[in-house]
């Protein structure tokens, strides 16, 4: 009688044994795609095909070894590796809040060492000069520099409206990834303004537009954009190295640590909400401003 009371609150509950590792992803799916962005799903999507080879067992019946069978048989670089295991950690996470499972394999994954090489090298002084006496050869050069003094991600660039422009108050809206990453203020320092201004295109909706003046994707940017400008001035970076520009930068001017937080939309035990008074405006502005490169 008791089995059966819990059966009628929860009767998913019965089935939950039955659910195949492809089943688990696409309740998955449903509940967290439409609070991520477009990138971070396709992270996933590309993610579960590297798990094909579990797509048809049941999710009670894996173990640590099948899903560490998978990184291990996985031939690409470390990073989608570390994918595929934010993947099995989500789908666990997903499996034990709705009472699909018991135990939390995914945490006892082990992980390769990281030998891609890949790190993030800022631009040096000499570098974000170059950026600058090229502004008017390379259409894209204002991109790097727009991400060198915002912080932005260039998923996030690409994402940027300019209805979330304020030139006259000196700030954008935008920002993905985290809770405290999402819809931040984020400071626009005087020297890219008119790069801003200069950028922002009554045809298209989006900062960054495609030819035909609709979103940008970050494919496209990357490949078509980023690289052809980084051959052209003969430089290795990636898009990230801006990010990690700005907050080198940021830190040698000794800036107030929380904003430099608010600002690149990381976490922090001080951040409790994403209200933005004018008074933590004019504080991210007077952070910004700090920077005299």
Request: with cysteine; hydrophobic share 35%.
């Amino acid at each position: 009688m008791i089995a059966l009371a819990d059966y009628n609150n929860n009767p998913y509950d019965l089935s939950g044994g039955k659910l195949t590792f492809a089943d688990v992803y696409e309740r998955l799916e449903k509940e967290k795609f439409p609070k991520i962005s477009k990138s971070n799903q396709h992270g996933y999507n590309a993610a579960f095909k590297k798990a094909e080879s579990l797509h048809h067992i049941k999710f009670n019946d894996l173990r640590k070894a099948h899903l560490q069978a998978v990184i291990d048989n996985c031939d690409k670089s470390y990073g989608t590796k570390k994918k595929i295991k934010v993947l099995f950690n989500q789908m666990y996470k997903h499996a034990m809040q709705n009472d699909l499972t018991t135990k939390d394999y995914s945490r006892y994954i082990e992980m390769p060492a990281n030998d891609s090489g890949s790190y993030r090298e800022p631009f040096t002084l000499d570098e974000i000069q170059l950026l600058w006496d090229n502004l008017d050869q390379l259409e894209y050069a204002d991109t790097a520099l727009i991400m060198i003094y915002t912080g932005l991600r260039p998923g996030e660039l690409v994402e940027i409206k300019n209805e979330n422009i304020n030139l006259e108050e000196r700030y954008l809206r935008g920002g993905l990834k985290t809770a405290a990453g999402r819809n931040r203020v984020v400071p626009i320092h005087k020297k890219i303004h008119p790069l801003i201004e200069k950028r922002m295109n009554d045809e298209s909706e989006f900062l960054v537009a495609s030819i035909t003046n609709n979103k940008m994707s970050y494919y496209t940017y990357y490949h078509e954009k980023w690289k052809k400008m980084m051959d052209q001035l003969n430089l290795t970076h990636r898009p990230h190295d801006c990010r990690h520009t700005f907050a080198t930068l940021m830190d040698n001017a000794d800036a107030n640590k929380l904003a430099i937080k608010r600002i690149m939309g990381h976490s922090a035990k001080d951040i409790t909400d994403q209200v933005y008074t004018h008074k933590d405006i004019n504080q991210l502005l007077k952070a910004i401003d700090l920077l005299d490169v």
